[in-house]
């Protein structure tokens, strides 16, 4: 399978613990993105690498979220001091062009 | 402020009958469009685009329609079968970004 894939794809964590998710690409795909989704929501934009180069994060995006693309492979998204609010969908998706391809998600439940 | 609107929240259908899913945008800037489909449990599956240039796009089963003057967008489903039956997401890109804005979705259920 050459899919995107996503680790772990359930996650459930106490308020104010720090969670960390990763993600991996389709290998021959360049840019890679993170999504957070909600119930009735599409996906909402997180941020956003060319290679390992974050290029993009969204304006919405607290300052205890942060993204890793070491080496321009896979990524880490970190959550710190989670709150009841961060509990959604987490996708990850990279695209050699305008076509994404996403993974399964990671779903977080803060309690 | 929603740029991408789904204004359907979901569509009924029956088997064999054609699905038409409508989308609608506000930002003059965007140029690509895309829809895609998603299964519950599943990460969004990319399904079709269209570049602003063009005014229909067509693959097997699914036609997407645009209409910039109008700011709108249509997906075409003919005939529609139950593995039909998913959420359509609407997405658009803004000229020079590689980054899309979502719609809500339509809940789509073709019904045997």
């Known amino acids: 399978d050459t899919g995107v894939s996503q680790d772990p794809r359930h996650k459930i964590t106490k308020r104010g613990q720090n969670v960390t998710f990763r993600c991996d690409p389709i290998?021959?795909?360049?840019?890679l993105y993170w999504y957070r989704q909600t119930l009735g929501q599409g996906p909402e934009f997180l941020t956003y690498?060319?290679?390992?180069?974050?290029?993009?994060k969204s304006r919405l995006l607290s300052d205890r979220f942060s993204a890793e693309r070491p080496k321009g492979s896979f990524s880490t998204l970190e959550i710190q001091r989670t709150e009841q609010g961060d509990s959604a969908m987490y996708l990850c998706?990279?695209?050699?062009?305008?076509?994404?391809?996403f993974g399964p998600g990671t779903r977080l439940t803060v309690t | 402020d929603q740029q991408v609107k789904q204004n359907s929240p979901s569509l009924s259908v029956q088997e064999g009958r054609i699905s038409i899913l409508n989308c609608d945008y506000t930002?003059?800037?965007?140029?690509?469009f895309l829809w895609y489909k998603k299964y519950p449990a599943e990460g969004p599956t990319f399904l079709i685009s269209?570049?602003?240039?063009?005014d229909k796009n067509e693959d097997g089963r699914f036609t997407v329609f645009l209409n910039k003057s109008a700011k709108h967008l249509s997906l075409h489903i003919v005939p529609s079968q139950p593995g039909d039956s998913a959420v359509y997401f609407c997405?658009?890109?803004?000229?020079?970004?590689?980054?899309?804005?979502f719609g809500r979705g339509t809940s789509l259920i073709v019904h045997p």
């Open positions: 290998s021959e795909h360049n840019r």
């Open positions: 998706a990279s695209s050699p062009g305008y076509e994404q391809y």
């Open positions: 690498f060319q290679n390992e180069a974050q290029l993009e």
């Open positions: 269209i570049s602003s240039i063009k």
């Open positions: 930002n003059s800037m965007f140029d690509y």
């Open positions: 997405a658009a890109s803004a000229i020079g970004s590689y980054i899309p804005t």
